[in-house]
């Protein structure tokens, strides 16, 4: 199975037709997409100018959508080195995380929904790297009362989500799953509290 990088090369590869040049990048979301794979690939459709069914779209187009993936991937996979040798010094001391990061953490390893839109058309619109580097951000810092990644307080709890966790804290802002850790116990009470229609979405 081809990795990312190889999917990369392909979609860079002018020889080939837009055909497979458009699928390779379609590919790269199932090894890296931080919204999910049709969410990610709608928001970099929506930033480039890409009809979503266009077979055979500008390879200008394509592959500024695939700069803008591997700079995001750049960014996670430097979290997620950090992180590891974190873990390693906190083992080797005996030290534990507490279990809702752990099991956060492990759901996104590799970066696939580590900001993960249940509604594949409502996702942020900021470009992915700086999405990322917001949400890195207050993984690293003490937990806050609004999404890390609009800063919108207005956040609901879904029990019907489409994939893993199958209920969880979702903003109404940018539509992402806010990861349980980046949130404190007050916030994601009153987010229990609400339901999901009693907030609108941010226009």
Sequence with gaps: MAGFRSLARQVRDPRSDLALR????????????????????????????????????????????????ERARTVWLGYEAGFAERRRREKHRGLRRPGAFDDWHRRTWGGNGVARCDDPAVHPSAPLAE??????????????????????????WRHDLDSEPWSGPVCTGCGIVVPQPVLTPAALARARRTRAGDLAPAA
Aim: glycine content about 6%; some cysteine.
């Design 22 to 69: 458009r699928y390779s990048l379609r590919k790269c979301l199932e090894r890296f997409a931080p919204y999910g794979h049709r969410a990610t690939w709608d928001h970099l459709c929506a930033r480039h100018g890409i009809a979503p069914e266009d077979r055979a779209p500008d390879p200008v187009r394509l592959m500024r959508a695939l700069d803008e993936l």
């Design 131 to 156: 999405v990322l580097a917001r949400l890195i951000s207050a993984l690293e810092a003490e937990p806050g009362t609004g999404c890390p990644v609009c800063a919108q307080p207005r956040i609901t």
